[in-house]
């Protein structure tokens, strides 16, 4: 089965699960909280970013760094497929930082503490980007990304349903941009598929 889930990655999954829950429960402020994908939206990374052409595969948003262990789980499945991730909040990173040592996957992941809108432009051939910051951000990074998706290559954006009015520019432009083929997933809190022919 694809999702042989190794048993560091589990436990600590199963740890930012909890934490993700009791966060968004316990008044835990709002920048403070994890705010990470639910399992069945990992799911789908991890099938999505497996079955995309050869490349660099770029996160956007890591946050405790559970969606990074779905991307690393596809990841594993690849010879030398590494994954870089981008988080703005030092608090984050450093719980990103503890993720990967805990989950032994520190070797898969290059974190980048900083704004990837200043790092984007270096990368030449993207064939997984994942997009989980604040909303702001979105249509800037998509216009980053775009050009640089490989044939084949997949940008997923998350919140598409759940924040759709705060994403309104970045959807419109997303779904009649001629260079991709674009289609919102209901899973999770939906789930911006974009796939350059």
């Given at each position: 089965?694809?999702?042989?889930?190794p048993?560091?990655?589990?436990?600590?999954?199963?740890?930012?699960?909890?934490?993700?829950e009791?966060?968004?429960?316990?008044?835990?402020?709002?920048?403070?909280?994890?705010?990470?994908?639910p399992?069945?939206?990992?799911?789908?990374?991890?099938?999505?970013?497996?079955n995309?052409?050869?490349?660099?595969?770029?996160?956007?948003?890591?946050?405790?760094?559970?969606?990074?262990?779905?991307?690393?789980?596809?990841?594993?499945?690849?010879?030398?497929?590494?994954?870089?991730?981008?988080?703005?909040?030092?608090?984050?990173?450093?719980?990103?930082?503890?993720?990967?040592?805990?989950a032994?996957?520190?070797?898969?992941?290059?974190?980048?503490?900083?704004?990837a809108?200043?790092?984007?432009k270096?990368?030449?051939?993207?064939?997984?980007?994942f997009?989980?910051?604040?909303?702001?951000?979105?249509?800037?990074?998509?216009?980053?990304?775009?050009?640089?998706?490989?044939?084949?290559g997949?940008?997923?954006?998350?919140?598409?349903l759940?924040?759709?009015?705060?994403?309104?520019?970045?959807?419109?432009?997303?779904?009649?941009?001629?260079?991709?083929?674009?289609?919102?997933?209901?899973?999770?809190?939906?789930?911006?598929i974009?796939?350059?022919p």
């Amino acid at each position: 089965m694809f999702f042989n889930i190794p048993p560091a990655m589990q436990a600590r999954m199963q740890e930012l699960e909890r934490i993700d829950e009791r966060d968004r429960v316990d008044g835990t402020p709002r920048q403070r909280r994890l705010r990470q994908i639910p399992p069945q939206t990992g799911r789908l990374l991890a099938v999505l970013a497996a079955n995309t052409p050869r490349g660099h595969w770029v996160e956007i948003g890591t946050s405790a760094g559970y969606s990074t262990l779905w991307l690393t789980l596809a990841a594993l499945s690849r010879k030398e497929q590494k994954i870089t991730t981008f988080e703005v909040l030092p608090e984050k990173a450093a719980l990103a930082r503890e993720t990967f040592e805990i989950a032994e996957v520190a070797d898969q992941v290059k974190l980048v503490e900083d704004d990837a809108r200043k790092h984007l432009k270096s990368f030449k051939k993207i064939s997984f980007c994942f997009l989980d910051a604040e909303k702001d951000t979105y249509l800037e990074c998509y216009e980053l990304i775009v050009p640089r998706l490989v044939s084949g290559g997949i940008l997923v954006a998350d919140n598409a349903l759940n924040h759709r009015e705060a994403l309104e520019d970045f959807l419109k432009r997303s779904q009649s941009d001629p260079r991709v083929d674009a289609l919102i997933v209901p899973i999770g809190k939906g789930e911006m598929i974009c796939r350059k022919p």
